[in-house]
């Protein structure tokens, strides 16, 4: 992506226009990660870091249908857990996190997941991006979780411009109306995922196409 030509921010109204098309054909975008309630959501986003979210799903499907609380991942223990998720890029350093992470929900948060980005980035293998998935996902905060088709989108079409996933996130919160920031991950996540993909966007069949300031567009 560093190759590519990057265009110039676009302006209030164009954004305006792209995230009230983006409303207008999913008024309710929804994250891909399969999840039964707030712990096994930190999970399974904490497992997606380098991984694709349907792996991820296929791995989880069994381990949260034994294991969908805190206590009963640490009953299930280390081993239990590796064996689960070994499909997994990195499972055994993502094993022992989910067992600490376990550990200390039940000592400090009373099971609980906290609500706080301070706490939940105090748990361990969570870091911004998965913090800011959790507190947008379940607690409805307008957060941004920019991952690598966010990072691309926003700045293939000028929405979002920023050199790394940091500066995307403050482009975002600055320039995206506070009426679409809740849902602006999750549209730009599937945008990014399934139409503005990284080798060949699928311009020709994209809702924004005339609003986007991409160079390189493929339309064939
Ligand atoms: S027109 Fe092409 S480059 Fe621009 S957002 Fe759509 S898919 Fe991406």
Not at 73 to 98: C, D, F, P
């Amino acid at each position: 992506m560093t190759q590519e030509r990057m265009p110039k921010q676009l302006n209030y109204q164009n954004i305006y226009e792209i995230f009230s098309r983006f409303r207008e054909h999913e008024a309710e975008p929804k994250g891909e990660l399969d999840h039964v309630n707030a712990f096994t959501l930190v999970v399974a986003v904490a497992l997606s870091a380098q991984s694709t979210d349907l792996g991820v799903n296929k791995a989880t499907k069994k381990l949260f249908a034994i294991a969908d609380t805190p206590e009963k991942m640490i009953a299930l223990g280390l081993n239990g857990v590796m064996e689960h998720i070994k499909t997994i890029g990195l499972y055994r350093q993502k094993a022992k996190n989910v067992i600490k992470m376990s550990k200390l929900l039940i000592e400090k948060y009373n099971s609980v997941v906290p609500s706080s980005r301070a706490a939940l980035e105090g748990l361990p293998g969570v870091g911004r991006k998965t913090a800011n998935v959790v507190l947008n996902m379940w607690f409805g905060q307008p957060t941004q979780a920019v991952d690598t088709h966010i990072l691309r989108f926003g700045n293939r079409s000028g929405v979002a411009i920023g050199k790394d996933v940091v500066a995307v996130e403050r482009a975002i919160e600055d320039h995206v109306p506070a009426e679409f920031q809740h849902h602006a991950h999750h549209w730009m996540i599937l945008h990014g995922r399934y139409t503005c993909k990284a080798r060949k966007p699928v311009c020709m069949n994209c809702i924004i196409e005339d609003l986007c300031q991409f160079e390189e567009k493929i339309i064939e």
